[in-house]
């Protein structure tokens, strides 16, 4: 019955949450384990050769100042401290973030007002945001989706079902080359400590609108390019978004949101 399907449906995401929870604590707790070790060490080490000038209680309260900044996105590393989180360009950077629904967490409000003023920005933000992403769907789906396949039964003599499933093949393909490895490469070359698979991992994370935090792009580029860079960047989340929704549309409607963009199915102004 359909109960039974629900409840076998639910129990199997079940298990595939555990199975996922599992295998992370299989991998990364020995990593944990092994920079907690470190970290203890080097933190012994350092008291015992300052003991005499350094008291080790002013040294947990400098440490706490130190963790408490950094998880507002302010370093206290002398390299980096000249990095803003809210210039201009990075303000920009945050706004793309936060309508995207990205949400890297590097860089937060910190006064009352921002916080305020960030929730009532997304609650209008982010309705107009889907909105302008159902619009531009109107326009990609023809462009990108139908016209192709109709192209390929029409001219080549290729079946609507295996048209569409070329169709398909080359959509992934092309969206693992223009919005993962390419952009993979980008910040390969500009951003300086990352390796080629950490720069894969931070673009699938973008993509997928995780936005774990862990990776950000801008803090490593060089200081003259650093605006320009993180304004150029900023496009990337909106970019993302009109993907996301194309692909998803190829397999059903595209919301409620169409009428307001399209009326009685006429699309945009040609």
Same mark, same amino acid.
């Given at each position: $019955?359909?109960?039974?399907?629900?409840?076998?449906?639910?129990?199997? =995401?079940?298990?595939?949450?555990?199975?996922?929870?599992?295998?992370?604590?299989? !991998?990364?707790?020995?990593?944990?384990?092994?920079?907690?070790?470190?970290?203890?060490?080097?933190?012994?080490? +350092? !008291?015992? *050769?300052?003991?005499?000038?350094?008291?080790?209680?002013? %040294?947990?309260?400098?440490?706490?100042?130190?963790?408490?900044?950094? /998880? =507002?996105? !302010?370093?206290?590393? &002398?390299?980096?401290?000249?990095?803003?989180?809210?210039?201009?360009?990075?303000?920009?950077?945050?706004?793309?973030?936060?309508?995207?629904? @990205?949400?890297?967490?590097? @860089?937060?409000? %910190? /006064?009352?007002?921002?916080?305020?003023?960030?929730? +009532?920005?997304?609650?209008?933000?982010?309705?107009? @945001?889907?909105?302008?992403?159902?619009?531009?769907?109107?326009?990609?789906?023809?462009?990108?989706?139908?016209?192709? !396949?109709?192209?390929?039964?029409?001219?080549?003599?290729?079946?609507?079902?295996?048209?569409? %499933?070329?169709?398909?093949?080359?959509?992934?393909?092309?969206?693992?080359?223009?919005?993962?490895?390419?952009?993979?490469?980008? +910040?390969?070359?500009?951003?300086?400590?990352?390796?080629?698979?950490? $720069?894969? =991992? +931070?673009?699938?994370?973008?993509?997928?609108?995780?936005? %774990?935090?862990?990776?950000?792009?801008?803090?490593?580029?060089?200081?003259?390019?650093?605006?320009?860079?993180?304004?150029?960047?900023?496009?990337?989340?909106?970019?993302? *978004?009109?993907?996301?929704?194309?692909?998803?549309?190829? /397999?059903?409607?595209?919301?409620?949101?169409?009428?307001?963009?399209?009326?009685?199915?006429? &699309?945009?102004?040609?």
């Amino acid at each position: $019955s359909p109960r039974w399907r629900y409840w076998l449906l639910l129990g199997a =995401y079940g298990l595939f949450l555990l199975l996922g929870a599992a295998v992370f604590v299989g !991998v990364e707790a020995p990593q944990e384990a092994g920079l907690r070790e470190a970290l203890r060490g080097a933190r012994a080490g +350092f !008291v015992r *050769q300052h003991q005499g000038c350094l008291a080790e209680p002013g %040294l947990e309260r400098l440490l706490q100042r130190v963790l408490d900044a950094d /998880s =507002y996105g !302010v370093s206290a590393l &002398g390299n980096v401290s000249d990095d803003e989180n809210w210039d201009f360009s990075s303000a920009l950077f945050f706004a793309a973030s936060v309508l995207t629904t @990205t949400g890297y967490g590097h @860089t937060v409000p %910190l /006064s009352d007002g921002g916080k305020v003023f960030c929730i +009532f920005y997304t609650l209008l933000g982010l309705p107009v @945001t889907l909105l302008l992403a159902t619009c531009l769907l109107q326009q990609l789906m023809g462009l990108l989706s139908h016209r192709p !396949v109709r192209y390929l039964h029409t001219h080549w003599g290729i079946s609507p079902d295996h048209a569409a %499933l070329g169709h398909a093949a080359a959509m992934g393909l092309s969206v693992l080359g223009l919005f993962i490895l390419l952009p993979a490469l980008c +910040f390969w070359a500009l951003e300086n400590g990352w390796t080629f698979l950490e $720069s894969v =991992y +931070f673009c699938f994370i973008s993509l997928s609108t995780i936005g %774990l935090g862990d990776y950000v792009p801008g803090r490593g580029s060089p200081p003259s390019l650093r605006h320009l860079y993180k304004i150029s960047i900023t496009c990337e989340p909106f970019s993302r *978004q009109s993907l996301g929704e194309t692909c998803a549309a190829g /397999s059903g409607g595209t919301g409620s949101a169409e009428g307001l963009c399209c009326r009685d199915g006429g &699309g945009w102004p040609q």
